[in-house]
C-alpha cells in the first residue's frame, strides 16, 4: 500500500514523484510503461544538445500510436515518448513560458485560481535561469535554462535574423521575458555540460531516487485504475501474456500525457457512457469531457538549400537556435499568436544539414480535436484526431506563415545564404526516410552529393524529390493550391494538450477542478498537459513542469513563496 501512486513517468509525473516524495512520511511509487533514463543511462542521442535522434528511436516511443492531423491527411505515425522523463527525454529542449494572457484565459475558462500572477511563482521555482534575473526568472531551480552565445549561431540563422530585423522584426534579449512580437535567441533546458536534463535527471536526481520512501517502476503498463466504489485506491498492471498484478494506494494520480491519460480513464470507466458501455466498460462517471478539447500547435514551414558557407560549424549544436514571434493580425486572434523556429539544420542526417529552415506554427490555435477508445484492450492505442485546421483562422495563418516564410528567405540580404526556397513539412515520407538504416543511408548520401553537384537544376530536383511536385512559387499565386498543400501538409509539433481539461463543477465538460481532482470520483488526479483548458503560446514541456509543481504543492497543502509575487501585479508585456 502506498499512499500516492503516479501514473506515468513523463515530464509531469518525475516532478510529482520528486515533490511529493520529499514528505518523508509519504510513500510513492511512480509507473512508467517506457524504461528508466538517468544521468548514468541517458544514450547518446537523448545526452546531445542537438535532439534531432531521439524520438527516432523506436525505443523511446509508443510505436504503433498513431494520429490524423486533418480531414485531408491520412493517418501517420505520431511520436510520444515511452521511457521516464518523458516528452522531455526527446523533445527539443526549448524552455519557454507563453503569453501571460494564456494563463489568465485559463482562469476565464473556468479554472479557478489559474492565472498569470499564480502561475509565476512556480515557472520560476522550476528554473535556473543562467542568463536573467529579476522578479520574472527564477535562480535555485532544478531545470537550468540559457541561451545560444553568438558565436556558435549558425551563418544562416544569423542572416534570417538580419533580413527580419530589416523588414521591422527587432531582436530582443529574453524569450521569457517581455510579451512582445519580435526575434530571440532560444531559451534552451540543458546541463552545464550542454547536454539535456529530462525531468528523469534534473528531478530524479540520484539523491532523490535514493529516498527510501519513492519506488520507481519502469515497464509496466497501467491496464486500468482500480475502485472500491467511487474511490480509486489504486491500478492494475497488465503484461504481454495477459496476466497481471495490482497496485493499491491512497490516493492515485493519472499522469500520462494528453493522449494516454484520457485513453487510461476511458478505460476506468470515466468519460463518455454511451461510449464506454457500447465497449463493454463498466461505466463510473459518465463524464463526456474526457478526450474531448485536443489541442495542438498546427505547423508548416520553409526551407532553402544551404550554400556551404551557410552551414552551421557546429553540427552537434542546438539547431533551433532563434525564433520570430508575430501577430497575424487575423480577427478574433491574439498578439503574438505565431511563432516561427529558425533551424540551422532541419534534419539529424546529411540532407537536413543542407537545409536551413523557418519552422512555423500557430502559436494560439482554435481547432479541436478528439481521442477516443479504440477498445479497452490496454495494448491498444486509442484513436486520435486533432482536426487541425477545422477553425478556418489557423489554416488562414499556417498559409499567413508560408508568405511571411518565403518572403524572408527570398529578401535580397538572404541571397548568399539560400539558393532554393521551397514549402516543407514533417510528412511521413520525410519521417520514414530519417530513420536510421542502411538503405536510408544510402538514399540520403546519394540526394546529399546529387544537391550539392546540381548547380541550376537544383530547383527541378528539390521539385520531384522533396515536395513532390510543389512549388513555392505556385502555391503564393493560387490561393486555392496553396489551401490545398496546408491541409495535406500541416504537422504538429509535438505539443498534445487539453483533453482532461480542468473547469468549473457546472461544466460538464471539463473533467477535473483546479486543483486536477477528477469530477465524479474521489481519492483521483490527473496532472500533465492534459489538464491545459486552452493551448498556450509556448512549446508545452516548461507549462507542464510548471502545472506539476503547482499540482503537487496543491497536494502537499503548500502555497507558493508569496515574495515572488511582487506588491504591483506583472503585466509582463511591452
Given at each position: 500500500?502506498?499512499?500516492?501512486?503516479?501514473?506515468?513517468?513523463?515530464?509531469?509525473?518525475?516532478?510529482?514523484?520528486?515533490?511529493l516524495?520529499?514528505?518523508a512520511?509519504?510513500?510513492v511509487?511512480?509507473?512508467?510503461?517506457?524504461r528508466?533514463?538517468?544521468?548514468?543511462?541517458?544514450?547518446?542521442?537523448?545526452r546531445?544538445?542537438?535532439p534531432?535522434?531521439?524520438?527516432?528511436?523506436?525505443?523511446?516511443?509508443?510505436?504503433?500510436?498513431?494520429?490524423?492531423?486533418s480531414?485531408?491527411?491520412?493517418?501517420?505515425?505520431?511520436?510520444?515518448a515511452r521511457?521516464?522523463?518523458?516528452g522531455?527525454?526527446?523533445?527539443?529542449?526549448?524552455?519557454?513560458?507563453?503569453?501571460?494572457?494564456?494563463?489568465d484565459?485559463?482562469?476565464?475558462?473556468?479554472?479557478?485560481?489559474w492565472?498569470w500572477?499564480?502561475?509565476?511563482?512556480?515557472?520560476?521555482?522550476?528554473?535556473?535561469?543562467?542568463?536573467?534575473?529579476g522578479p520574472?526568472?527564477?535562480?535555485?531551480?532544478?531545470?537550468?535554462?540559457?541561451?545560444?552565445?553568438?558565436?556558435?549561431?549558425?551563418?544562416?540563422v544569423?542572416?534570417?535574423?538580419?533580413?527580419?530585423?530589416?523588414?521591422?522584426?527587432?531582436?530582443?534579449?529574453?524569450?521569457?521575458?517581455?510579451?512582445?512580437?519580435?526575434?530571440?535567441?532560444?531559451?534552451?533546458a540543458?546541463?552545464?555540460?550542454?547536454?539535456?536534463?529530462?525531468?528523469?535527471?534534473?528531478?530524479?536526481?540520484?539523491?532523490?531516487?535514493?529516498?527510501?520512501?519513492?519506488?520507481?517502476?519502469t515497464?509496466?503498463v497501467?491496464?486500468?485504475?482500480?475502485f472500491?466504489?467511487k474511490?480509486?485506491?489504486?491500478?492494475?498492471?497488465?503484461?504481454?501474456?495477459?496476466?497481471?498484478?495490482?497496485v493499491?494506494?491512497?490516493?492515485v494520480?493519472?499522469?500520462?500525457?494528453?493522449?494516454?491519460?484520457?485513453?487510461?480513464?476511458?478505460?476506468?470507466?470515466?468519460?463518455?457512457?454511451?461510449?464506454?458501455?457500447?465497449?463493454?466498460v463498466?461505466?463510473?462517471?459518465?463524464?463526456?469531457?474526457?478526450?474531448?478539447?485536443?489541442?495542438?500547435?498546427?505547423?508548416?514551414?520553409?526551407?532553402?538549400?544551404?550554400?556551404?558557407a551557410?552551414?552551421?560549424?557546429?553540427?552537434?549544436?542546438?539547431?533551433?537556435?532563434?525564433?520570430?514571434?508575430?501577430?497575424s493580425?487575423?480577427?478574433?486572434?491574439?498578439?503574438?499568436?505565431?511563432?516561427?523556429?529558425?533551424?540551422?539544420?532541419?534534419g539529424?542526417?546529411?540532407?537536413?544539414?543542407?537545409?536551413?529552415?523557418?519552422?512555423?506554427?500557430?502559436?494560439k490555435?482554435y481547432?479541436?480535436?478528439?481521442?477516443?477508445l479504440?477498445?479497452?484492450?490496454?495494448?491498444?492505442?486509442?484513436?486520435v484526431?486533432?482536426?487541425?485546421?477545422?477553425?478556418?483562422r489557423?489554416l488562414?495563418?499556417?498559409?499567413?506563415?508560408?508568405?511571411?516564410?518565403?518572403?524572408?528567405?527570398?529578401?535580397?540580404?538572404?541571397k548568399?545564404?539560400?539558393?532554393?526556397?521551397?514549402?516543407?513539412?514533417?510528412?511521413?515520407?520525410?519521417?520514414?526516410?530519417?530513420?536510421?538504416?542502411?538503405?536510408?543511408?544510402?538514399?540520403?548520401?546519394m540526394l546529399?552529393?546529387?544537391?550539392?553537384?546540381?548547380?541550376?537544376?537544383?530547383?527541378?530536383l528539390?521539385?520531384?524529390?522533396v515536395?513532390?511536385?510543389?512549388?513555392?512559387?505556385?502555391?503564393?499565386?493560387?490561393?486555392?493550391?496553396?489551401?490545398?498543400?496546408?491541409?495535406r501538409?500541416?504537422?504538429?509539433?509535438?505539443h498534445?494538450?487539453?483533453?482532461?481539461?480542468?473547469?468549473?463543477?457546472?461544466?460538464?465538460?471539463?473533467?477535473?477542478?483546479?486543483?486536477?481532482a477528477?469530477y465524479?470520483?474521489?481519492g483521483?488526479?490527473?496532472?500533465?498537459?492534459?489538464?491545459?483548458?486552452?493551448?498556450?503560446?509556448?512549446?508545452?514541456?516548461?507549462?507542464?513542469?510548471?502545472?506539476?509543481?503547482?499540482?503537487?504543492?496543491?497536494?502537499?497543502?503548500?502555497?507558493?513563496?508569496?515574495?515572488?509575487?511582487?506588491?504591483?501585479?506583472?503585466?509582463?508585456?511591452?
Amino acid at each position: 500500500m502506498f499512499d500516492t501512486l503516479i501514473l506515468g513517468g513523463g515530464s509531469a509525473g518525475c516532478v510529482l514523484a520528486a515533490r511529493l516524495s520529499e514528505d518523508a512520511p509519504v510513500n510513492v511509487c511512480l509507473v512508467e510503461a517506457g524504461r528508466d533514463i538517468s544521468a548514468r543511462t541517458m544514450p547518446d542521442a537523448i545526452r546531445s544538445r542537438y535532439p534531432g535522434r531521439a524520438y527516432l528511436d523506436t525505443r523511446n516511443i509508443w510505436q504503433a500510436l498513431k494520429a490524423r492531423m486533418s480531414m485531408s491527411a491520412a493517418l501517420r505515425r505520431y511520436e510520444q515518448a515511452r521511457l521516464l522523463g518523458g516528452g522531455s527525454a526527446i523533445n527539443a529542449l526549448m524552455a519557454n513560458r507563453g503569453s501571460p494572457a494564456d494563463y489568465d484565459e485559463w482562469e476565464a475558462l473556468g479554472a479557478q485560481g489559474w492565472n498569470w500572477q499564480t502561475c509565476l511563482p512556480y515557472f520560476r521555482k522550476l528554473e535556473t535561469d543562467c542568463d536573467f534575473s529579476g522578479p520574472l526568472h527564477g535562480n535555485d531551480g532544478p531545470l537550468r535554462i540559457q541561451r545560444a552565445r553568438w558565436v556558435r549561431v549558425s551563418p544562416f540563422v544569423r542572416a534570417v535574423l538580419g533580413a527580419l530585423a530589416e523588414s521591422g522584426h527587432s531582436m530582443h534579449d529574453d524569450q521569457n521575458g517581455l510579451w512582445e512580437d519580435g526575434t530571440f535567441i532560444g531559451s534552451i533546458a540543458v546541463s552545464a555540460k550542454g547536454e539535456r536534463i529530462p525531468t528523469s535527471v534534473c528531478y530524479l536526481d540520484d539523491a532523490v531516487r535514493a529516498r527510501s520512501n519513492l519506488t520507481i517502476r519502469t515497464g509496466d503498463v497501467v491496464e486500468r485504475i482500480l475502485f472500491d466504489g467511487k474511490r480509486a485506491i489504486g491500478a492494475r498492471i497488465v503484461r504481454d501474456d495477459g496476466t497481471h498484478h495490482d497496485v493499491h494506494a491512497l490516493r492515485v494520480i493519472v499522469s500520462a500525457g494528453a493522449i494516454h491519460s484520457p485513453a487510461l480513464l476511458m478505460r476506468s470507466g470515466i468519460g463518455p457512457a454511451d461510449e464506454l458501455a457500447a465497449l463493454g466498460v463498466d461505466v463510473r462517471a459518465d463524464r463526456p469531457g474526457v478526450g474531448r478539447n485536443l489541442m495542438e500547435h498546427p505547423s508548416i514551414a520553409v526551407s532553402t538549400f544551404l550554400p556551404r558557407a551557410a552551414r552551421t560549424p557546429f553540427r552537434d549544436e542546438h539547431h533551433e537556435q532563434a525564433i520570430v514571434r508575430f501577430s497575424s493580425g487575423l480577427p478574433d486572434t491574439v498578439r503574438g499568436d505565431m511563432h516561427g523556429a529558425i533551424l540551422s539544420r532541419s534534419g539529424w542526417h546529411s540532407v537536413g544539414y543542407r537545409l536551413g529552415t523557418i519552422f512555423f506554427w500557430v502559436n494560439k490555435s482554435y481547432s479541436r480535436g478528439r481521442v477516443t477508445l479504440a477498445s479497452k484492450n490496454a495494448f491498444d492505442e486509442p484513436d486520435v484526431d486533432f482536426a487541425m485546421l477545422s477553425d478556418a483562422r489557423d489554416l488562414e495563418r499556417l498559409k499567413l506563415a508560408l508568405r511571411f516564410g518565403a518572403g524572408v528567405l527570398a529578401s535580397a540580404s538572404m541571397k548568399a545564404h539560400c539558393d532554393v526556397i521551397f514549402p516543407s513539412s514533417y510528412s511521413p515520407r520525410v519521417a520514414a526516410v530519417a530513420v536510421p538504416g542502411t538503405w536510408n543511408a544510402v538514399q540520403r548520401g546519394m540526394l546529399s552529393a546529387l544537391l550539392d553537384i546540381a548547380g541550376p537544376l537544383r530547383g527541378g530536383l528539390v521539385r520531384s524529390v522533396v515536395t513532390q511536385g510543389a512549388s513555392i512559387d505556385e502555391l503564393l499565386g493560387d490561393d486555392e493550391a496553396m489551401s490545398s498543400f496546408v491541409m495535406r501538409n500541416v504537422g504538429g509539433t509535438w505539443h498534445p494538450s487539453g483533453t482532461c481539461r480542468m473547469g468549473s463543477s457546472n461544466d460538464p465538460h471539463a473533467v477535473t477542478d483546479s486543483h486536477g481532482a477528477v469530477y465524479g470520483v474521489d481519492g483521483l488526479y490527473v496532472c500533465d498537459a492534459s489538464l491545459m483548458p486552452s493551448i498556450p503560446c509556448a512549446n508545452t514541456n516548461v507549462p507542464t513542469i510548471m502545472i506539476a509543481e503547482r499540482v503537487a504543492d496543491g497536494l502537499r497543502g503548500r502555497s507558493p513563496d508569496q515574495r515572488a509575487i511582487s506588491a504591483q501585479p506583472l503585466d509582463y508585456s511591452p
